[in-house]
């Protein structure tokens, strides 16, 4: 699907470009009627595989942390087709860490393809809970990114 | 959660922006456990809007047209949450048309506020459904698409 | 899908049979490789119909209410396909109100048929919000959840 | 959430009453605003876990295969909260194998405790994937889920 006509992109990353590795499984309803994983949940990939980094962490707590991240942009470039049901490997990276935001970058790994089938980006705002206003990232949250920020191959 | 430390980001932009409105419900199950509709779900009305358009203008019969448009690039900022259980409107246009390809871009309202909670892009490749190459629009959807391209305020 | 060989199943309902009527938009995603809505999504109707009448009803405010409903089992039965774009109704009544307990019956309709694609029920246990232990239906609860115990053609 | 006057229901089952066991990695999407897997969820668990047993026995190609199964009714019953990230694992094991029809159960653990937190059925009646008619469950079909039939504790 990324014959001459389609627009100019990137090109594909590796996994061994993201220092959080993440597994997981596909689900029967993740396929569309085109019978491979429908480009949605490709964005679910990434938002499970950068929750579990930071639950894995310890520093997001879903149900009482008092700082929460909300997404204010996320993209994705789809490059190959994922198939059911073998299981995707989410690979995660911190590219920019501002004074209460954050740029993940991601892609989604399947089989013994070296090269990504889709990569994207998802930035987080942090704000406090009760008001959703932004707020310095915490002491805890910000060494847990910055040791996502130097993974090898990219630095 | 577009406050001072936020990315500068694009203006949101209005209903009356986008030629073709669609609208639709909101769900229990789209509700994270920040008790707003969670980021993914903004791809799913995405998906839904523009394949709503392409069916009910009668160039896309999902089960049985020889030619399909695959996702290669998806792309969403949000302003604004939405809630449940109050429906949304989505708004689509199409930004550019080549030979094999579309970008649609669309946007995402609730209630009475005239501009986005949220706005993006999806961009389509069609291809023949068997081998999955790049082939030329149809006419019948280039003629669709053609019609979404001029709407009130774009041009 | 109901042919000789099919277990026996009860017979299909019809809207009248429901007090409460809540529509539904398709989505894109709904649908499976087999080019009907799948069955896991009714769950996400009933659960959306359900929870829909009780915040309309100003019973249930889901960031906020000290006492909600937990799920304790859910059941289904598939007569008919569903297929989008096209919306559904939900159709929602109360079965049986016990001390802390309701069981609902949802059905889907979709078009012009008076009878039930799919119908079956949803049974919920009131818990304290924080110790997560069944408690008395609180009275404006209970209140609203008879108003939809008497339905024509039901009593 | 089980407490007295919760309805009297079966007893939660044990992963060894299952003969096939199935890995399923938990989402963020999972949760709901309760900060549990949603009771939607579940039965995306039990469509992945047949579907991965057919898949992975050889006898279902979702894009291919002339005979297809068709959900004709489902149930599940919930008896422990699953929480995210950690993954859960499926049981599925076939109780009843009519001429065209099969129904399963299965359950779903989390974590060390080794009875289920939620367990039901899943009933599939065979049809051709044209005509959507019922027909015999093809040979190789029928012997991988006769296998499936004796397991160590149920018979």
Redesign the interface.
């Known amino acids: ?7 100019a ?1 990137e090109t594909p990353t590796r996994l061994a470009d993201y220092g959080f590795h993440y ?3 596909t ?3 993740d ?5 491979h994983v ?3 949940v490709f ?3 990434f ?2 595989a950068v ?2 980094f930071l ?2 962490s310890g520093v997001l707590d ?2 009482r942390s008092p700082v ?1 991240g ?9 490059f190959r ?1 994922v198939e ?2 073998a ?1 995707v490997t989410a690979g995660v990276r911190v590219a920019r860490l ?4 954050v ?1 993940y970058e991601i892609a989604i790994f399947q089989g013994t393809d070296p090269t990504a089938c889709a990569q994207g980006h998802f ?1 987080h ?1 942090y ?1 406090d ?1 009760e008001h ?3 707020v310095p990232l915490p002491g805890a949250l910000r060494a847990a990114l910055e040791r996502l920020m130097s993974v090898p191959g990219i630095d």
């Open positions: 699907m990324t014959g001459p006509s389609a627009p992109r597994p997981i499984t689900r029967w309803a396929m569309d009627i085109y019978g429908n480009n949605v964005y679910s990939f938002d499970t929750n579990a639950m894995q879903p149900a929460i909300l997404v204010v942009e996320t993209r994705c470039a789809y087709s059911i049901p299981p501002g004074s209460s935001s740029r930035i705002v704000v809970r959703r206003r932004p």
